[in-house]
Protein backbone atom coordinates (compact mmCIF):
# COMPACT_ATOMS: atom_id res chain seq x y z
CA UNK A 1 0.00 0.00 0.00
CA UNK A 2 1.32 3.90 -1.14
CA UNK A 3 1.19 5.48 2.64
CA UNK A 4 0.14 9.26 1.73
CA UNK A 5 2.98 11.12 2.59
CA UNK A 6 2.65 13.75 5.50
CA UNK A 7 2.11 17.31 5.03
CA UNK A 8 4.39 20.06 5.98
CA UNK A 9 3.67 22.81 8.04
CA UNK A 10 3.73 26.08 6.53
CA UNK A 11 5.29 29.41 8.52
CA UNK A 12 1.59 30.21 9.57
CA UNK A 13 0.71 26.50 11.06
CA UNK A 14 4.15 26.74 12.71
CA UNK A 15 3.98 29.83 14.07
CA UNK A 16 0.41 28.59 15.03
CA UNK A 17 1.84 25.81 17.23
CA UNK A 18 4.14 27.80 18.95
CA UNK A 19 1.69 30.40 19.72
CA UNK A 20 -0.32 27.83 21.16
CA UNK A 21 2.50 26.44 23.45
CA UNK A 22 3.40 29.65 24.69
CA UNK A 23 0.04 29.92 25.42
CA UNK A 24 -0.04 27.25 27.13
CA UNK A 25 3.00 27.50 29.38
CA UNK A 26 5.11 25.01 27.60
CA UNK A 27 6.85 27.52 26.46
CA UNK A 28 7.63 30.67 30.04
CA UNK A 29 9.30 34.21 29.46
CA UNK A 30 12.22 33.71 28.83
CA UNK A 31 12.95 30.67 27.24
CA UNK A 32 15.00 29.78 24.34
CA UNK A 33 12.36 28.61 21.13
CA UNK A 34 14.41 25.42 19.36
CA UNK A 35 17.29 26.70 17.20
CA UNK A 36 15.93 27.67 13.49
CA UNK A 37 18.11 25.60 11.48
CA UNK A 38 17.93 22.44 13.46
CA UNK A 39 13.59 22.59 13.76
CA UNK A 40 13.60 23.13 9.80
CA UNK A 41 15.46 19.98 9.49
CA UNK A 42 13.48 18.18 11.79
CA UNK A 43 9.92 19.16 10.38
CA UNK A 44 11.68 18.82 6.78
CA UNK A 45 10.95 22.25 5.74
CA UNK A 46 13.44 25.10 4.66
CA UNK A 47 15.14 27.12 7.07
CA UNK A 48 12.98 29.95 5.78
CA UNK A 49 9.95 28.63 6.62
CA UNK A 50 10.93 28.58 10.24
CA UNK A 51 12.59 32.36 10.03
CA UNK A 52 9.29 33.11 9.18
CA UNK A 53 7.56 31.46 11.34
CA UNK A 54 9.55 33.10 14.26
CA UNK A 55 9.27 36.59 12.59
CA UNK A 56 5.44 36.61 12.74
CA UNK A 57 5.57 35.53 16.35
CA UNK A 58 8.21 38.74 16.97
CA UNK A 59 5.69 41.01 15.09
CA UNK A 60 2.87 39.08 17.28
CA UNK A 61 5.32 40.42 20.36
CA UNK A 62 5.53 37.18 21.53
CA UNK A 63 9.77 36.26 20.98
CA UNK A 64 12.36 38.23 20.24
CA UNK A 65 15.30 37.60 18.28
CA UNK A 66 19.12 37.75 19.67
CA UNK A 67 21.50 37.70 16.70
CA UNK A 68 23.80 34.81 17.30
CA UNK A 69 22.38 33.75 20.13
CA UNK A 70 18.61 32.48 19.08
CA UNK A 71 14.67 33.00 19.73
CA UNK A 72 13.45 33.55 22.68
CA UNK A 73 9.95 34.58 24.36
CA UNK A 74 9.45 37.99 25.60
CA UNK A 75 10.25 38.69 29.58
CA UNK A 76 7.94 41.45 29.60
CA UNK A 77 8.41 44.23 31.70
CA UNK A 78 6.49 45.57 34.68
CA UNK A 79 2.90 45.64 34.44
CA UNK A 80 2.99 44.56 30.66
CA UNK A 81 0.98 41.08 30.11
CA UNK A 82 3.03 38.02 29.58
CA UNK A 83 4.01 36.16 26.08
CA UNK A 84 1.70 33.43 27.83
CA UNK A 85 -1.13 35.96 28.29
CA UNK A 86 -0.44 37.55 24.73
CA UNK A 87 -0.61 34.02 23.07
CA UNK A 88 -3.47 33.15 24.58
CA UNK A 89 -5.37 36.54 23.94
CA UNK A 90 -4.29 35.73 20.47
CA UNK A 91 -6.06 32.81 20.86
CA UNK A 92 -9.27 34.25 22.41
CA UNK A 93 -9.25 36.44 19.17
CA UNK A 94 -9.01 33.76 16.60
CA UNK A 95 -12.07 32.30 17.70
CA UNK A 96 -14.14 35.38 18.16
CA UNK A 97 -13.16 36.22 14.81
CA UNK A 98 -14.13 32.80 13.82
CA UNK A 99 -17.51 33.39 15.65
CA UNK A 100 -18.44 36.85 13.97
CA UNK A 101 -16.91 35.64 10.35
CA UNK A 102 -19.98 32.97 10.46
CA UNK A 103 -22.69 35.36 11.86
CA UNK A 104 -21.82 37.48 9.27
CA UNK A 105 -22.11 35.13 6.49
CA UNK A 106 -25.66 34.15 8.10
CA UNK A 107 -26.30 38.13 7.77
CA UNK A 108 -25.34 37.86 4.14
CA UNK A 109 -27.88 35.17 3.20
CA UNK A 110 -30.53 36.78 4.68
CA UNK A 111 -29.54 40.51 2.93
CA UNK A 112 -29.32 38.23 0.01
CA UNK A 113 -32.55 36.47 0.35
CA UNK A 114 -34.45 39.61 1.20
CA UNK A 115 -33.13 41.69 -1.86
CA UNK A 116 -34.14 39.01 -4.20
CA UNK A 117 -37.33 39.76 -3.42
CA UNK A 118 -38.05 36.56 -1.22
CA UNK A 119 -39.79 36.73 2.42
CA UNK A 120 -37.47 36.19 5.65
CA UNK A 121 -39.47 34.84 8.29
CA UNK A 122 -36.70 36.75 11.26
CA UNK A 123 -36.62 33.21 13.11
CA UNK A 124 -35.35 31.39 10.30
CA UNK A 125 -35.06 31.23 5.99
CA UNK A 126 -36.45 32.97 3.43
CA UNK A 127 -40.28 31.60 2.24
Known sequence: MDAKPEKKPNAKEIAASFRNDIADGVYGPGARLPGAKGYAGKLGVALMTVQNAYGRLAEEGLVEGRQGSGTYVVDPAAGEPTAQQAASSIRELQ????????????????VEALEGGGSVNPAGPAV
Do not use: D, G, K, N
Open 95 to 110: AELTHVTSQLSELRSR
